[in-house]
Every structure is written in structure tokens, then in C-alpha cells.
């Protein structure tokens, strides 16, 4: 069994920042990558930041510049640092740990989500 556990979420002005983290628990044989994904209201959830374990990031074109994603693989933690917070960045962020089975294949699992608000 796998855990995510995200934190980091909440309300802000627009220009401010914020910093999502999300600790990976549990069974885990390898970590492949670990990302964060965003849904607004009646939208779908879509990247947002993504990044290997080999350090490799991919980003949104949407948040280029402005988010930071990070990983600590020592405690199996993915940051996301959020820079000049504009309000359509309001969504509900999830973060996303994709793993290695040790007889190969692998699992993806998703976090419980939490609430990134940005006020005009």
C-alpha cells in the first residue's frame, strides 16, 4: 500500500506564492517519476509539473517561469513552489507518484488533492 500526503494549499493574493509538498509512503520498490496535476471546476485535471528520477522536468507552457517542481528522494517528497500566483491557477492540485514493480511494470498513484486559491 502506497500513501500520498499532500500539504501546502490555501488561499492567496494574486502575485503571492505558495508551496505544495507531497510525501510518498509505504510499499514503494522505485520511484520513477512524481508530479502535480491541477483540475479546475468543470475542467479536466492536466499537468502541471513533472519531473524523473534523473532530476528531468517538464512543465505546463502555462506556469513556465513562474513554478518550480523539486524532489528530495531521500524522503520521497515532490515540492511544488508557486511564484506570481495569478487567479486561473485556482484549482484543486493533486500530486502523482508513478513507481517501478520489482518484477517490472508499473503503478501510478494519486494524492487526496488540496485546494490552491489565488484572489484577484
Known amino acids: 500500500q502506497v500513501q500520498l500526503v499532500e500539504s501546502g494549499g490555501g488561499l492567496v493574493q494574486a502575485g503571492g506564492s505558495l508551496r505544495l509538498s507531497c510525501a510518498a509512503s509505504g510499499s514503494i520498490f522505485s520511484i520513477n517519476a512524481m508530479g502535480w496535476y491541477c483540475q479546475a471546476p468543470g475542467k479536466q485535471r492536466e499537468l502541471v509539473a513533472h519531473?524523473?528520477?534523473?532530476?528531468?522536468?517538464n512543465y505546463a507552457d502555462s506556469v513556465k517561469g513562474r513554478f518550480t517542481i523539486s524532489r528530495d528522494n531521500a524522503k520521497n517528497t515532490v515540492y511544488l513552489q508557486m511564484n506570481s500566483l495569478k487567479p486561473e491557477d485556482t484549482a484543486v492540485y493533486y500530486c502523482?507518484?508513478?513507481?517501478?514493480?520489482?518484477?517490472?511494470?508499473?503503478?501510478?498513484?494519486w494524492g487526496q488533492g488540496t485546494q490552491v486559491t489565488v484572489s484577484s
Open positions: 519531473i524523473t528520477s534523473g532530476g528531468s522536468t
Open positions: 502523482n507518484l508513478e513507481t517501478r514493480r520489482r518484477w517490472g511494470g508499473y503503478d501510478s498513484y
